[in-house]
Protein backbone atom coordinates (compact mmCIF):
# COMPACT_ATOMS: atom_id res chain seq x y z
CA UNK A 1 0.00 0.00 0.00
CA UNK A 2 1.11 3.12 -1.19
CA UNK A 3 0.90 6.57 0.81
CA UNK A 4 -1.07 7.62 -2.32
CA UNK A 5 -3.56 4.38 -2.49
CA UNK A 6 -6.69 6.22 -1.77
CA UNK A 7 -6.74 8.41 -4.21
CA UNK A 8 -8.39 7.55 -7.76
CA UNK A 9 -6.75 7.77 -10.82
CA UNK A 10 -8.21 10.78 -11.69
CA UNK A 11 -7.06 12.36 -8.57
CA UNK A 12 -3.88 11.19 -8.87
CA UNK A 13 -2.82 12.41 -12.56
CA UNK A 14 -4.40 15.90 -11.04
CA UNK A 15 -1.88 15.94 -8.11
CA UNK A 16 0.98 15.35 -10.50
CA UNK A 17 -0.03 17.84 -12.82
CA UNK A 18 -0.40 20.59 -9.93
CA UNK A 19 2.70 19.15 -8.32
CA UNK A 20 4.93 19.85 -11.84
CA UNK A 21 2.88 22.95 -11.83
CA UNK A 22 4.19 24.48 -8.86
CA UNK A 23 8.27 22.72 -9.31
CA UNK A 24 8.31 24.77 -12.08
CA UNK A 25 7.11 28.29 -10.68
CA UNK A 26 9.62 27.32 -7.79
CA UNK A 27 11.98 27.28 -10.75
CA UNK A 28 11.04 30.02 -13.11
CA UNK A 29 9.65 32.34 -10.32
CA UNK A 30 11.61 35.24 -9.07
CA UNK A 31 13.23 34.36 -5.85
CA UNK A 32 13.84 38.03 -4.17
CA UNK A 33 11.34 40.98 -4.13
CA UNK A 34 12.45 44.93 -2.83
CA UNK A 35 10.46 47.99 -2.33
CA UNK A 36 10.96 50.59 -0.50
CA UNK A 37 14.39 49.81 0.75
CA UNK A 38 12.87 46.23 2.09
CA UNK A 39 13.79 43.54 0.87
CA UNK A 40 12.68 39.82 1.02
CA UNK A 41 14.18 36.57 -0.24
CA UNK A 42 12.85 33.46 -0.82
CA UNK A 43 14.59 29.53 -0.14
CA UNK A 44 14.13 27.80 -3.79
CA UNK A 45 13.91 24.37 -2.10
CA UNK A 46 12.78 21.85 -4.83
CA UNK A 47 13.22 18.49 -2.60
CA UNK A 48 10.21 18.59 -0.90
CA UNK A 49 8.12 18.98 -4.10
CA UNK A 50 10.36 16.18 -6.28
CA UNK A 51 9.96 13.91 -3.66
CA UNK A 52 6.03 14.06 -3.91
CA UNK A 53 6.10 13.96 -7.26
CA UNK A 54 8.06 10.69 -7.37
CA UNK A 55 6.10 8.93 -4.99
CA UNK A 56 2.92 10.09 -7.11
CA UNK A 57 4.96 8.70 -10.17
CA UNK A 58 5.45 5.18 -8.20
CA UNK A 59 1.81 4.88 -7.02
CA UNK A 60 0.51 5.59 -10.86
CA UNK A 61 3.65 3.69 -12.22
CA UNK A 62 2.21 0.66 -9.34
CA UNK A 63 -1.25 0.40 -10.78
CA UNK A 64 -0.06 0.53 -13.82
CA UNK A 65 1.73 -2.63 -13.06
CA UNK A 66 4.98 -1.61 -14.08
CA UNK A 67 8.04 -2.39 -11.28
CA UNK A 68 8.73 0.35 -8.77
CA UNK A 69 12.39 -0.21 -9.02
CA UNK A 70 14.83 -2.83 -10.71
CA UNK A 71 15.44 -6.44 -9.79
CA UNK A 72 17.96 -7.54 -7.37
CA UNK A 73 20.35 -9.91 -8.81
CA UNK A 74 21.91 -12.33 -6.55
CA UNK A 75 25.53 -13.55 -8.05
Not at 1 to 22: K, V
Not at 31 to 59: C, P
Amino acid sequence: MGLYSHFTADELTALRSRLMASLHDRLTGPVAATSNGRSIQYQNVTADIRKELADVNTEIARRNGQAARRPIYMV
